[in-house]
């Protein structure tokens, strides 16, 4: 099992920035990505960014590219999501998770809310 909790979200102003974590526990081991995904109101879940647990490759949505950074640490216990320059539309609540060896995100955080203020 692997447990995941995210912190930071937070009220901003548009064209501000916010800073996102989440903090992996248990077997860690396991996970080969992490990614970030986001649901606003009415909407579906989507896919926000995502790195590899190993290499440290990157992968973003296109709403997003040159505005968020994704990155983890060498302990390979905490992924980050550094946000910048966010839109009214970035509103969301946001979710970690964690990818098997399956290729399945099988682990998921609680959510963290993101409101951008226009």
């Known amino acids: 099992q692997v447990q995941l909790v995210e912190s930071g979200g937070g009220l901003v102003q548009a064209g501000g920035s916010l800073r996102l974590s989440c903090a992996a526990s248990g077997r860690t081991s396991s996970i080969t990505e992490m990614g970030w995904f986001r649901q606003a109101p009415g909407k579906e879940r989507e896919f926000v960014a995502a790195?590899?647990?190993?290499?440290?490759?990157?992968r973003y949505a296109d709403s997003v590219k040159g505005r968020f950074t994704i990155s983890r640490d060498n302990a390979k216990t905490t992924v980050s999501l550094q946000m910048n320059s966010l839109k009214p539309e970035d509103t969301a609540v946001y979710y970690c998770?964690?990818?098997?060896?399956?290729?399945?995100?099988?682990?998921w955080g609680q959510g963290t809310q993101v409101t951008v203020s226009s």
């Open positions: 790195i590899s647990w190993s290499g440290g490759s990157t």
């Open positions: 998770a964690a990818k098997n060896y399956f290729g399945v995100y099988q682990y």
